[in-house]
């Protein structure tokens, strides 16, 4: 202090007084600008709702004019906005309507914010400030769908101008028979062709295929080529199976090749990534599908081709190649059927992009203009449910899926919608609507995630029932509902095939087998799931209680007399052990080896003890910082500060010591993003407490 006042003396009288005038100003200028009485002097007086056809209004009203609000909305039916530092004035919520259903009015530090939620999310906002800047007002829009457009129409032809699959096996012969001309006799080749197509008419594959065959080999050059080679194309995909669709697309490349101007060549270059969709080749799929949008960009089946590459690309997992691949339709505008449909498949690739509220917002978009689009999407209803699972909505998480189970009962992931539902109405505290629904996944679904997470959440909520006959019930409850859950567990793992999700099972039982004292139990199945599942995503929950049950057991056999036993722990389980948890369990052997007569063994382990005491253990950490700093390396240090601190928060004193001395060694090195970060660190009220 004496130096620094030295130095200011030495200074010109004017210097000094304009240094003292600074540190005057900026004193004020923190008392004004943080002290909360001050700052608050505007307040909200109330908050006020009114409603007409087209919106709702709500008005936030203050006693003196307010600057710039920040308005923001969230990803489902929620509305945040920020008023800056101004007061509540004592209100804390406003008034509520249909669209409306709770405005409330909160404090954060010096900041006045509002929360408001709505019935929907499907609807406008704007907002601005009154002329006098007194108000701020927003208006709210509703645009919500009725759910009853929703409900699945009887059948496609009830949808007009929405048959966009390929013509049929059928359809194709009835339409090429048309441009085979019926010689009498007169042309073999020709009536070669016409009686092909009777025996493909009358479902003879094999023959019309035979007779196709014989035609394109003897009659390579004759007018009716160009549909029949194609036909023979359509006769081998008919016939079904890997080894056909093979013959089928072989036989499409060679008249595209042929005919390449062929009114049917379209048709032909879509069915060739059909064939191959169907082989489950997506990428071979995706490529010719996009080579037929490439060569027939004007033709319906180009448009199809793009839906059908832009589905390969989602089941490969290219989510942005997919919207990529729409663009060309996505040009078309929503008036477009096939934009539409473009449309939706944007949004799945948001949905499979986990951008959930993006995917909600594109799918609403589509469904606002075509209701019933999702009949010829139905997996955009099953991209809906889930997304709003994860958006925290489980009133539209049933609406959808319900939908989507409805339309696609054998939907691949049927099982994953029916533990949805579930979890949904279980939030949603209707917990026997829940438990019929996790009823039907587990019976349906015994070996599927879904199936196995139904069982897991009838365990939870104490299903008996789903489980054990009327007449085993009782006798399930017999030693009481914990270990009636432990039972149903045991039975989910019996029954199972290999899930991650089994896991889950094991760590329930020990957590219930540890929580009623069935320590050796609690052992057994904790035991079991670390070492059949090392890496384990549970496994930072199972070893603490492992390890405690580990210590109460030893604990229970000590008091019993049972030295044998603890000793035996010891061997079995030691490693299982952690922190704290170790100590009490050597001190427990130790004593057990001195009733035993065992004297070196239980010194030997009060020697490992003291070694491993808290004291040794800081000591260590400390040289650890110390060598460190000694070598010039102020991050190992920094990170072994870090650490030391966290163990042992009782040495501020001698961290901060050693902060200072990190950040005159990074301060010298120039290592200034670390500088940031210890000076974040040494400022911690955790670290350094207010005193």
């Not at 009835?174 to 062709?193: C, K, Q, T, Y």
Request: proline share 5%; net charge negative.
């Amino acid at each position: 202090m004496t130096a620094r006042l030295s130095i200011i003396t030495r200074l010109p009288a004017v210097a000094v007084f304009w240094r003292l005038m600074v540190v005057v100003w900026f004193l004020f200028g923190l008392f004004v600008f943080f002290d909360p009485n001050i700052a608050a002097a505007n307040e909200l007086k109330k908050v006020a709702l009114g409603t007409t056809d087209d919106y709702t209004r709500l008005v936030f009203t203050f006693q003196d004019q307010v600057n710039d609000v920040v308005v923001r909305r969230d990803d489902v039916d929620t509305v945040y906005l920020d008023f800056g530092e101004v007061g509540d004035g004592g209100v804390s919520t406003g008034p509520t309507d249909g669209l409306i259903t709770e405005v409330t009015v909160q404090m954060h530090g010096p900041r006045l914010s509002a929360r408001v939620l709505l019935s929907t999310n499907r609807f406008e906002v704007r907002h601005f400030l009154s002329r006098d800047r007194f108000s701020c007002v927003l208006d709210f829009k509703n645009l919500a769908t009725d759910a009853s457009t929703l409900q699945p129409l009887d059948n496609y032809d009830q949808l007009e101008k929405k048959q966009i699959e390929p013509l049929s096996f059928n359809e194709v012969v009835r339409g090429l028979s048309l441009f085979v001309v019926d010689s009498s006799g007169h042309d073999p080749g020709a009536d070669l062709v016409s009686k092909a197509i009777i025996d493909l008419s009358s479902g003879r594959l094999d023959e019309g295929i035979e007779k196709l065959n014989a035609f394109k080999t003897n009659y390579p050059d004759h007018p009716s080529a160009d549909p029949a080679w194609f036909l023979l194309g359509d006769a081998y995909f008919a016939k079904g199976l890997p080894e056909n669709f093979q013959a089928a697309t072989d036989n499409w490349r060679m008249a595209l090749d042929s005919f390449p101007d062929s009114f049917t060549a379209p048709r032909a270059a879509f069915m060739i990534g059909e064939a191959n969709r169907l082989m489950d080749f997506r990428t071979d799929a995706a490529g010719f599908f996009k080579l037929c949008a490439e060569r027939y960009p004007n033709n319906h089946y180009g448009s199809l081709a793009i839906l059908r590459a832009a589905d390969m690309d989602l089941l490969i997992g290219h989510h942005q190649e997919a919207k990529q691949t729409l663009a060309p339709l996505l040009a078309l505008g929503n008036s477009s059927l096939f934009g539409r449909l473009a449309l939706a498949r944007s949004g799945m690739a948001d949905y499979q992009d986990t951008l959930y509220s993006q995917a909600c917002e594109t799918f609403r978009e589509v469904l606002d203009i075509d209701p019933a689009i999702f009949q010829l999407y139905p997996n955009m209803l099953y991209a809906i449910g889930d997304s709003y699972s994860y958006l925290n909505r489980p009133d539209l998480t049933v609406l959808f899926l319900e939908h989507a189970l409805n339309l696609m009962p054998d939907h691949p992931k049927a099982d994953v919608m029916l533990a949805r539902i579930g979890n949904a109405l279980q939030s949603m505290n209707r917990p026997n609507d829940a438990i019929s629904f996790f009823n039907i996944a587990k019976d349906r679904f015994p070996d599927r995630d879904g199936g196995l997470v139904s069982q897991i959440r009838l365990a939870d909520m104490g299903a008996l029932r789903a489980f054990f006959s009327p007449e085993q019930v009782f006798d399930a409850l017999d030693r009481g509902a914990r270990q009636a859950t432990v039972r149903m567990y045991d039975k989910i793992i019996g029954q199972a095939s290999e899930s991650p999700l089994l896991q889950l099972a094991y760590l329930k039982i020990g957590q219930a087998q540890a929580a009623d004292g069935e320590n050796g139990e609690a052992i057994r199945w904790l035991r079991d799931l670390v070492l059949k599942y090392p890496k384990g995503v549970l496994m930072d929950e199972a070893k603490p209680i492992l390890s405690r049950a580990v210590v109460n057991e030893a604990q229970k056999r000590y008091e019993l007399g049972q030295y044998d036993q603890v000793d035996r722990l010891n061997s079995e389980n030691f490693s299982f052990l952690e922190g704290p948890d170790q100590v009490r369990f050597q001190r427990l052997l130790a004593e057990s080896y001195q009733n035993q007569g065992r004297v070196e063994d239980a010194l030997n382990v009060w020697k490992q003890i003291e070694a491993n005491s808290p004291e040794k253990r800081l000591a260590d950490q400390m040289e650890l910082v110390e060598a460190a700093l000694r070598a010039d390396k102020p991050l190992e240090a920094f990170s072994q500060l870090k650490s030391t601190f966290k163990e042992f928060p009782e040495a501020s004193d001698w961290v901060e010591q050693k902060i200072a001395d990190v950040g005159r060694i990074l301060a010298n090195q120039s290592i200034y993003g670390t500088v940031d970060d210890l000076l974040n660190f040494r400022n911690d009220p955790i670290v350094t407490p207010l005193t």
